[in-house]
């Protein structure tokens, strides 16, 4: 079955370090794939998403680029902020799994001042 | 206001005693989802469903039971709780299912004594 893989955490960064955040997964035919961002005591939020392969998704300074080559959804900021504290959710939805999302463990990224 | 909500936001019962978690959407979303949020576990799919009277299982859908009778609400009922279903419980929905962004509530923090 599908499954996402995430880069265990916890991350911890000094405010305007570079951040990526690894996300590999295994799907069959060809998936849509999301980060989400879970703040404290929120629910998840989407972040960025990307439909096909080459797609580059972005959003609030972060980006992802879908490479089918290496099955990797890889999370990346140029310059983190204390507020990107949060825990971030790589996960992958496609047609051949009845609508439902697959979801990775969760990366905890803090940001030190 | 437009949006998911989820009511109540925390509760605490005991071993036992039956608990309903409501969930509310106002979009008419087709699919809606029930997760559970644990430490070590990430995100874990309790049930889904993809329209009015249609239901389905996920991961974890034991001790649990939902339904469906109105587009909007997509109650969840634990029908005898345990410890173990002491959890972060998240309602989500989604447009179509397969490719689209999931909306979260703010979820419900249970806790089984």
């Known amino acids: 079955g599908d499954s996402v893989t995430q880069m265990e955490g916890p991350v911890t960064l000094s405010e305007e370090a570079f951040l990526t955040i690894n996300c590999t997964y295994t799907a069959t035919g060809y998936p849509s794939l999301f980060w989400y961002v879970q703040y404290p005591g929120e629910g998840l939020q989407l972040l960025l998403k990307a439909t096909k392969a080459d797609d580059k998704g972005s959003n609030k300074g972060f980006e992802a680029t879908y490479r089918k080559e290496t099955t990797s959804f890889h999370l990346e900021k140029g310059s983190v902020q204390v507020s990107d504290s949060a825990v971030y959710f790589c996960?992958?939805?496609?047609?051949?799994?009845?609508?439902?999302?697959?979801f990775g463990d969760g990366t905890t990224l803090t940001v030190k001042p | 206001d437009a949006g998911i909500t989820q009511s109540p936001r925390y509760k605490i019962t005991e071993t036992g005693r039956q608990v309903t978690l409501m969930c509310h959407q106002t979009?008419?979303?087709?699919?809606m989802f029930w997760y559970r949020q644990d430490l070590g576990h990430g995100l874990r799919l309790i049930y889904y469903s993809a329209a009015a009277d249609i239901t389905d299982k996920g991961e974890v859908p034991d001790g649990y039971v939902v339904s469906r009778s109105k587009t909007e609400n997509f109650p969840l009922t634990l029908e005898s709780a345990t410890r173990s279903q002491t959890s972060v419980y998240f309602c989500a929905s989604s447009e179509s299912g397969y490719t689209d962004t999931q909306y979260f509530g703010p979820g419900t923090r249970l806790t089984v004594l």
């Open positions: 996960a992958l939805s496609g047609y051949t799994n009845a609508g439902k999302s697959t």
């Open positions: 979009w008419s979303h087709s699919y």
